[in-house]
């Protein structure tokens, strides 16, 4: 293990250096192994078996998903992984994703959160309901961002990367016309700059990427266009060192494309491996048929739009080493066949843009539930009805739709069945 590499400021906080780039030391959470050893230990021996056992030691980011992660003493908690990793002669380096925004997740059930602009009388959101979210985000600042930031300023040692929040911007981008993204957007854009102003201002050894969703989601060149308007809009990019893609998703990696190639209107003769295509979105006049193609796209129109900003990025890898097994590039739930990708590299298809590739979406932990939750007893029978089903967890490509397979435990819940099948079908070579 080497020595944390020095995390050089520059400005508002925001890092000069690749925060990835300390020498491997990156912390392993003592409670993800523990979850993976239960899967070992219920494993045939073979590939599969061994391929659980190799991932043992396989950094990810930790998930501060709701208020109680914040404080504690175990590695289940914000304050329980630093103080554990400020612990370490050099302390390693920690990757959490910040995801509690008030009406989280409007255009989605499976992981809609604990915070709400307003309440229905069952305590879930009330994403009907239009207004200011004044309360929502007072919630949010107080009792979530200022904690957290308050946990990072007490752990000064640990350097730290923060993903903030997940698919929240992307929807203002492309789901705007639905009012529940409708009624969120006060709530995402308020909220997210005030998360960056404040890390900014109290976690200096902090280092911020904005979620950047992914391809096959806004790799169209208007989408693209909408996503770099609205961060310009924001005015946090001096504070952030750029963007996480492929958060939790399933976009192939494959080699990125040279400036001037264009796969679709003049594909080149012979063909550029840069235009392998397994989701087939250049069929829909989509350029980010890859994930390097996509941050290629997405940096050109940031720089555009605030010249001077050239962004970094992080790349999810963390289950998408088996492309191709979709029917459709829309479904993300669980996807059947999907397997897991290359391990925490900085070796990247552009060292001058992508920071590193990083298992972001723990694997193993569920996209979203089936209709019916599993039983405690036997996960092939069946338990109550899940209160966050999405019909997106029922796509014909989603682990559980299928007869002979298990029912699906809420997102973030450690989905046994799955794990064992990205083990099956995982490429983490680098």
């Given at each position: 293990?080497?020595t944390?590499?020095?995390?050089?400021?520059?400005?508002?906080?925001?890092?000069?250096?690749?925060?990835?780039?300390?020498?491997?030391?990156?912390?392993?959470?003592?409670s993800?192994?523990?979850?993976?050893?239960?899967?070992?230990?219920?494993?045939?021996?073979g590939?599969?078996?061994?391929?659980?056992?190799?991932m043992?030691?396989?950094?990810?980011?930790?998930?501060?998903?709701?208020?109680?992660?914040?404080?504690?003493n175990?590695t289940?908690?914000?304050?329980?992984?630093?103080?554990?990793?400020?612990?370490?002669?050099?302390?390693?380096?920690?990757?959490?994703?910040v995801?509690?925004l008030p009406n989280?997740?409007c255009?989605?059930?499976?992981s809609?959160?604990?915070?709400?602009?307003?309440?229905?009388?069952?305590?879930?959101?009330?994403y009907?309901?239009?207004?200011?979210?004044?309360?929502?985000?007072?919630e949010?600042?107080?009792?979530?961002?200022?904690?957290?930031?308050?946990?990072?300023?007490?752990?000064?040692?640990?350097?730290?990367?923060?993903?903030?929040?997940?698919?929240?911007?992307?929807?203002?981008?492309t789901?705007?016309?639905?009012?529940?993204?409708?009624?969120?957007?006060?709530?995402?854009?308020?909220?997210?700059?005030?998360?960056?102003?404040?890390?900014?201002?109290?976690a200096?050894?902090?280092t911020m990427?904005?979620?950047?969703?992914?391809g096959?989601?806004?790799?169209?060149?208007?989408?693209?266009?909408?996503?770099?308007t609205?961060?310009?809009?924001?005015?946090?990019?001096?504070?952030?060192?750029?963007?996480?893609?492929?958060?939790?998703?399933?976009?192939?990696?494959?080699?990125q494309?040279?400036?001037?190639?264009?796969?679709?209107?003049?594909?080149?003769?012979?063909a550029?491996?840069?235009?392998?295509?397994?989701?087939?979105?250049?069929?829909?006049w989509?350029?980010?048929?890859?994930?390097?193609n996509?941050v290629?796209i997405?940096s050109?129109?940031?720089?555009?739009?605030?010249?001077?900003?050239?962004?970094?990025?992080?790349i999810?890898?963390?289950?998408?080493?088996?492309p191709?097994?979709?029917?459709?590039?829309?479904?993300?739930?669980?996807?059947?066949?999907?397997?897991?990708?290359?391990k925490?590299?900085?070796?990247?298809?552009d060292?001058s843009?992508?920071?590193?590739?990083?298992?972001?979406?723990?694997?193993?932990?569920?996209?979203?539930?089936s209709?019916?939750?599993?039983?405690?007893?036997?996960?092939?029978?069946?338990?109550?009805?899940?209160?966050?089903?999405?019909?997106?967890?029922?796509?014909?490509?989603?682990?559980?739709?299928?007869a002979?397979?298990?029912?699906?435990?809420?997102?973030?819940?450690?989905?046994d069945?799955?794990?064992k099948?990205l083990?099956?079908?995982?490429?983490?070579?680098?």
């Amino acid at each position: 293990m080497l020595t944390t590499g020095l995390i050089m400021l520059v400005g508002a906080a925001v890092a000069s250096a690749n925060p990835f780039d300390n020498g491997a030391n990156y912390y392993v959470n003592p409670s993800y192994k523990e979850l993976l050893q239960r899967s070992i230990d219920t494993a045939q021996p073979g590939t599969v078996r061994d391929t659980l056992i190799s991932m043992g030691n396989v950094p990810s980011a930790y998930w501060i998903d709701v208020k109680r992660k914040i404080r504690g003493n175990t590695t289940d908690t914000l304050e329980g992984i630093l103080k554990d990793a400020a612990s370490f002669p050099n302390p390693p380096l920690n990757v959490f994703m910040v995801y509690d925004l008030p009406n989280r997740d409007c255009n989605a059930l499976a992981s809609n959160g604990e915070i709400c602009c307003a309440y229905n009388a069952d305590g879930r959101c009330n994403y009907d309901a239009s207004g200011d979210c004044a309360n929502g985000l007072r919630e949010y600042k107080e009792q979530y961002i200022d904690q957290f930031a308050t946990v990072l300023a007490e752990n000064p040692t640990v350097p730290v990367v923060l993903i903030i929040e997940p698919d929240s911007l992307p929807n203002l981008v492309t789901n705007i016309n639905n009012p529940r993204c409708q009624n969120s957007q006060i709530a995402y854009k308020e909220g997210i700059k005030y998360a960056i102003d404040t890390f900014s201002a109290r976690a200096p050894q902090a280092t911020m990427y904005i979620d950047g969703a992914h391809g096959g989601w806004l790799g169209w060149d208007n989408n693209a266009q909408g996503f770099a308007t609205l961060i310009s809009q924001l005015n946090v990019h001096t504070k952030v060192r750029g963007f996480a893609t492929n958060v939790a998703n399933y976009q192939p990696m494959g080699v990125q494309c040279k400036p001037g190639v264009d796969c679709k209107r003049n594909p080149p003769s012979p063909a550029d491996p840069c235009c392998m295509d397994p989701d087939g979105l250049l069929d829909e006049w989509n350029l980010a048929n890859n994930e390097p193609n996509y941050v290629q796209i997405l940096s050109n129109y940031m720089n555009a739009r605030m010249p001077g900003f050239n962004p970094k990025f992080v790349i999810d890898t963390g289950r998408n080493g088996n492309p191709g097994t979709r029917s459709s590039n829309s479904n993300w739930c669980n996807i059947r066949g999907a397997g897991i990708g290359l391990k925490p590299t900085l070796q990247t298809a552009d060292p001058s843009r992508i920071d590193a590739y990083y298992w972001l979406k723990t694997p193993g932990e569920s996209d979203g539930c089936s209709r019916t939750l599993p039983s405690d007893a036997d996960p092939y029978q069946p338990g109550n009805m899940c209160p966050r089903y999405d019909e997106f967890c029922g796509s014909v490509d989603s682990l559980g739709s299928r007869a002979g397979e298990p029912y699906v435990p809420e997102a973030g819940q450690w989905f046994d069945y799955q794990i064992k099948e990205l083990a099956a079908n995982a490429d983490m070579s680098n």
